[in-house]
């Protein structure tokens, strides 16, 4: 198994919670799970952002979610028993998933990027299995959750997480909460139909995540010139092909993308007007071969007031925002229901 580990230190201060609160003296430990198309990680964090350990695979959801699932447990087992081994305690585990999904139950219902992961009840899988507490929360929801309380979004009301990662979803904060819709489905951006035609991401030819997510760049390249590249090109070769190697269509592929990531970001401006959206993985990566024609799309469509109350920025977390994000999700759902126990 692939790794990258930090070195297991104490945490400074009483920053572990314990059922919600803040136990003098007590040191208590949150695995969190940040299970995506591609990778799975799992790290031993603190509640103050400190991530203590980390390991790494690759999810492999082609083999199957029995395949594919035994690798998540296998990376959380690896980390708890590192954990365990330095003499600390795991408390909670959160995990940070692309939906749709039940977000109370933790029931996932065939998220794109997980074929295969069909009902499957994710929750109550994970706490027979580890024997702690599980709270699951939507990967677009648990990155927002984690630049509002560590990155680029600490102490703003109004802000947009895009995942920008294999999939394309959305978290939501307005008015300063989480906003989650009728069903919980709020921020399933990347189903949204931005062309009659294209290539085709969540079931539906021209969708947002069929254009500007990292399977949508891949799936972009091959539509527009299935003579240079193959069915199953990804981004990043896509990226390589464009920036080291100046290949003229890898550029088109790349600049098309991000006009279509600024006419959805448009979108957003116009009709949720936030402070600020911040941008994930693929623009922290690519940066201005993505971004350069999204902001020019973006500032030609936007309704000028919205516009100028708006910024576009990329992660402030970079690519720890999938590590946050877990541990995030957990501890806004732990202070939620220590709230609700005070009314």
């Avoid at 402030?316 to 009314?343: M, N, Q, Y």
């Amino acid at each position: 198994m692939e790794h990258l580990s930090r070195e297991i230190g104490e945490p400074s201060g009483n920053e572990i919670i314990a059922n919600g609160s803040h136990k003098s003296g007590a040191l208590a430990y949150i695995l969190g799970l940040d299970i995506g198309g591609t990778k799975t990680a799992a790290v031993l964090a603190t509640a103050a952002g400190r991530v203590l350990d980390r390991f790494e695979v690759a999810t492999r959801p082609e083999e199957g979610f029995e395949a594919s699932f035994a690798r998540v447990r296998a990376v959380g087992e690896e980390v708890l028993r590192r954990a365990q081994a330095a003499g600390l305690e795991i408390s909670h585990i959160g995990v940070s998933v692309g939906g749709p999904l039940d977000v109370e139950r933790g029931v996932i219902y065939s998220p794109p990027n997980l074929p295969g992961w069909d009902a499957v009840p994710l929750k109550e899988l994970l706490e027979e299995h580890f024997g702690l507490p599980v709270v699951v929360e939507h990967d677009g929801m648990a990155g927002a959750l984690a630049e509002h309380r560590f990155g680029a979004g600490r102490g703003l009301k109004h802000l947009i997480f895009l995942t920008l990662g294999t999939g394309l979803g959305a978290g939501l904060i307005l008015n300063g909460q989480p906003y989650r819709g009728a069903t919980g489905a709020a921020g399933s951006v990347g189903h949204v139909r931005m062309a009659q035609d294209g290539p085709v991401a969540w079931g539906k030819a021209g969708s947002w995540e069929a254009f500007s997510s990292g399977t949508g760049i891949g799936r972009l390249a091959h539509w527009r010139y299935p003579e240079k590249f193959s069915p199953h090109v990804t981004a990043k070769e896509v990226a390589e092909r464009a920036i080291q190697h100046g290949d003229p269509a890898a550029q088109a592929v790349l600049e098309e993308a991000g006009e279509y990531l600024g006419k959805g970001l448009a979108m957003l401006v116009d009709i949720l007007n936030p402070e600020m959206i911040i941008l994930g993985s693929l623009a922290v990566r690519l940066g201005d071969h993505l971004l350069g024609p999204a902001l020019r799309v973006l500032e030609r469509e936007a309704e000028p007031s919205a516009l100028a109350a708006v910024r576009i920025v990329p992660s402030e977390l970079g690519e720890r925002i999938g590590d946050l994000a877990s541990v995030a999700g957990l501890l806004a759902r732990l202070e939620r229901e220590k709230e609700a126990l005070k009314r």
